[in-house]
């Protein structure tokens, strides 16, 4: 058996209400053995249960066909639910092409970036080559 935080047990009996019985069952036994061994586990599991009860007593209300057909109409007069199989939208159009131009100006940032410190290291090695005098043999072979 799994422990179970007191964290954990209230995110539960939020979620499930009181009834262990509605808890995930991987859940349902660490929830009791906290219940039993927690008094204050117990007065979550109890005040979880008067929301249930006040929940389950309410009314429930149910939309008439008449106003779900209204709302149906509704949208569909404000031309939603419309669309054309095969046509791609503007603003489809225009997020893509706004992620190709982004691609392509860091293409393009890149390769000149490049091409600039490529240079820069090329003037660097020419420059540190012509400021060295002629090596001798000590230099070269050590000794």
């Not at 039993?36 to 979880?48: H, N, Q, R, Y």
């Not at 709302?71 to 503007?90: E, F, N, P, Q, W």
């Not at 131009?101 to 020419?126: E, P």
């Amino acid at each position: 058996m799994m422990t179970m935080t007191r964290e954990r047990f209230e995110h539960l009996a939020d979620a499930y209400g009181g009834d262990l019985r509605r808890w995930p069952e991987a859940e349902r036994e660490a929830g009791r053995a906290l219940a039993a061994a927690d008094p204050s586990a117990a007065t979550v599991l109890f005040e979880a249960d008067a929301l249930d009860a006040l929940l389950d007593a309410a009314p429930r209300l149910a939309a008439s066909h008449a106003l779900r057909e209204q709302v149906i109409a509704d949208a569909a007069g404000a031309g939603l639910g419309r669309r054309r199989r095969g046509a791609i939208g503007v603003l489809t159009w225009l997020s893509g092409a706004g992620w190709a131009a982004a691609a392509c100006a860091g293409v393009a940032f890149g390769v000149v970036l490049t091409g600039q410190m490529t240079a820069d290291i090329r003037a660097d090695t020419v420059l540190y080559q012509a400021a060295l005098s002629g090596a001798d043999d000590t230099e070269v072979l050590g000794g």
